[in-house]
């Protein structure tokens, strides 16, 4: 069973920045894009950050937009996720999946549309 792996979560004071990344633990062939998505407690998941992983498109939800940035190493299969100036409000376990289909925008932000959801790691931003 394929899934997602992510690591480099932690913990970081306010203002702090962070890198998560994200690998598949097998082969996964031409999926589409690779979406980042966080769950803090007693929340729902919600979207994060998407990018395409043939041309590097991306999208993100507002509430990270100019201080989270999305991005994918090819040679490495990886995606990252660096994540500057954070607040507590960002404090949640932050998971990633793939999308299979040729959806932009805000298509890449529907949550039920991904698969291969890795276990998540925690990311604490402490006040």
């Known amino acids: 069973q394929v899934q997602m792996v992510e690591s480099g979560g932690g913990v970081v004071q306010a203002g702090g920045s962070l890198r998560v990344s994200c690998a598949p633990s097998?082969?996964?062939?031409?999926?589409?894009?690779v979406g980042w998505f966080r769950q803090a407690p007693g929340k729902e998941r919600q979207f994060v950050a998407a990018i395409n992983w043939s041309d590097g498109g991306t999208y993100y939800a507002d509430s990270v937009k100019g201080r989270f940035t999305i991005s994918r190493d090819n040679a490495k299969n990886t995606v990252y996720l660096q994540m500057n100036n954070l607040e507590p409000e960002d404090t949640a376990v932050y998971s990633c999946?793939?999308?299979?289909?040729?959806?932009?925008?805000?298509?890449?932000?529907?949550?039920?549309?991904?698969?291969?959801w890795g276990q998540g790691t925690q990311v604490t931003v402490s006040s």
């Open positions: 097998g082969r996964i062939i031409s999926y589409y894009a």
């Open positions: 999946a793939v999308q299979y289909g040729r959806a932009r925008g805000q298509a890449m932000g529907v949550i039920k549309s991904y698969v291969y």
